[in-house]
């Protein structure tokens, strides 16, 4: 199971039909959390955008920038 921090996205998600949450049974303070179909096909389909948007900012951004950034960026987290 991975540890996420609960963030707007998550109830946003709940609501919309994306994800399901529940409780895990040897300890209530946790929850479970997947993917509805809705959800899957949903992430099916941003897939391939994503790949394209990603193609396309890698040609403007270099491996060295895009590393520098995504380090920057865990250190806001």
Not at 32 to 37: G, I, K, Q, R
Not at 50 to 70: C, D, E, I, M
């Amino acid at each position: 199971m991975v540890e996420v921090p609960c963030a707007t996205t998550l109830p946003a998600s709940f609501e919309k039909g994306l994800i399901e949450i529940a409780l895990v049974e040897t300890d209530l303070r946790r929850r479970a959390v997947w993917l509805t179909e809705r959800g899957a096909r949903g992430l099916e389909a941003a897939i391939p955008v994503w790949r394209q948007a990603n193609a396309r900012l890698a040609k403007h951004v270099s491996p060295r920038l895009a590393r520098q950034l995504a380090e920057q960026a865990d250190q806001l987290a």
